[in-house]
Structure formats: structure tokens, C-alpha cells
């Protein structure tokens, strides 16, 4: 695997289930990010993980839990979403010392019935 | 907060036609990035520009960082089907690493 892989691709969801997304990146990089991609609206940075810390958390409901359990891995726990929840999920990383220049994956397409 | 006026929204352009679309805004940016998006795909990193004046190519796309660092294009020459695509900038503005981005160019090529 190279780049940023993200898993699953495809999700679809009711408003009661607990799911998981899940991002390796095989890049070195030692800052992960999760974005949210809605239509017709500019990508919106939800967590910023820098050598494994949570240094951002741009006011993202409690019912989105992520997790970077070391610096390959990120994780996003979803818990009782609502529909309007439902967007593309991107994951991206990049060196924490360059955090402009990011690589993202695919993205995971979540659907909250 | 912060947001980029990218423009065109969309372009339907022939094959083989130059394309430009640019990004403002009405802040000094020090980082101008831009991506491209296939559809059911993430944004690929094409052209990364890191200082005001900085005219860079990557294959048929040029990109610049405008010398007043509030506007950045992207040229495409001679456009073929797979350029097909939303086309993303991006940028960081003040002390702040987080990337900002522009809403998109969608552009569709006529073969």
C-alpha cells in the first residue's frame, strides 16, 4: 500500500449505529487530519493530530470521536449521527514541520439514514 | 473566517483549449496550494508554491503565487479528457498552519 488508504470506502449508517472510520498513511508523515467534504461547500478541517496529539478540534460535535493511536493510524468514531451528517470524510497527513503541504486519501462516503 | 473566491465554478471547455482559473482573497496568504479531485476520489496535491512571485510547472500546469500574496492561478495548456475534475486551491494565511479552501473549479473537457 502507498499513500493514504482509508477504510471502508462506502458507509452507510442509521442514526443509532456506532461506526468506524478508519486512515493508515504509508507516507512517514507525523500529522493526521480529518476533513468533511459536503456538496457545493469548501473542505472543512474537523481534528488536526500533530506526533500523536489532538492539537485541533474545530468545533466538531462530541458525537464525532477521533483517535490516533500512533502516527500511522487515525481513527474517527461516529456515534449517533444525524443525516445532515452524511458527506464525504477525508483523511489527509503530512510532516508536522510542513503542515501546509498535506496528502489526502480517498475518502470514506457516509450515508446517515 | 477566512475564505477563498475561487473562480470559475465550472468550465466546459474543448479538447486541446488552454484553461486558467484563479483564487483570492482579501488577506495575505504565506502558502498557495492547488489540488485536483476525480470524482469518488481525494484531493491529489498538484502544484505546491511557497513564496509571492513563485511561478511553478508541474507537466502542462503552471501555477503562481500572485506577487500581492492574496491571489494565486492555475494554467492548464492543452487540455485533454483526463483533465477532467474539481480543481482546489488552498492556502495558509497569518501564524496559522490550517489550510483554507477555495470551493472548487469544476472543469469538463469536450473531446
Known amino acids: 500500500e502507498t499513500g493514504v488508504t482509508q477504510t471502508p470506502r462506502h458507509l452507510v449508517m442509521g442514526m443509532t449505529n456506532k461506526k468506524s472510520l478508519k486512515c493508515e498513511q504509508h507516507?512517514?508523515?507525523?500529522?493526521m487530519y480529518w476533513y468533511k467534504q459536503s456538496a457545493k461547500k469548501p473542505l472543512e478541517l474537523m481534528f488536526v493530530y500533530s506526533l500523536e496529539e489532538r492539537v485541533e478540534n474545530n468545533s466538531v460535535p462530541s458525537r464525532f470521536s477521533p483517535e490516533c493511536p500512533n502516527s500511522s493510524h487515525l481513527f474517527l468514531h461516529l456515534h449517533t449521527l444525524q443525516p445532515e451528517d452524511s458527506a464525504l470524510y477525508l483523511c489527509?497527513?503530512?510532516?508536522?514541520?510542513?503542515?501546509?503541504?498535506?496528502?489526502f486519501g480517498p475518502g470514506t462516503r457516509l450515508l446517515v439514514l | 473566517g477566512q475564505q477563498l473566491n475561487q473562480s470559475p465554478q465550472s468550465m466546459f471547455i474543448q479538447e486541446g483549449e488552454d484553461v486558467s482559473m484563479n483564487c483570492t482573497s482579501s488577506?495575505?496568504?504565506?502558502?498557495w496550494l492547488w489540488y485536483k479531485q476525480d470524482p469518488g476520489e481525494g484531493p491529489v496535491l498538484l502544484i505546491a508554491?511557497?513564496?509571492?512571485?513563485e511561478l511553478t510547472s508541474n507537466g502542462r500546469l503552471t501555477a503562481q503565487f500572485g506577487i500581492t500574496r492574496k491571489d494565486s492561478f492555475l494554467n492548464i495548456s492543452a487540455s485533454i479528457p483526463s483533465d477532467v475534475g474539481i480543481y482546489f486551491c488552498?492556502?495558509?494565511?497569518?501564524?496559522?498552519?490550517?489550510?483554507?479552501f477555495g470551493s472548487g473549479t469544476r472543469l469538463l473537457v469536450r473531446p
Open positions: 507516507l512517514g508523515h507525523n500529522a
Open positions: 488552498a492556502g495558509t494565511s497569518g501564524l496559522s498552519y490550517k489550510l483554507i
Open positions: 508554491l511557497y513564496k509571492a512571485g
Open positions: 489527509a497527513s503530512s510532516q508536522a514541520s510542513d503542515q501546509e503541504t498535506q496528502y
Open positions: 488577506s495575505i496568504f504565506n502558502t
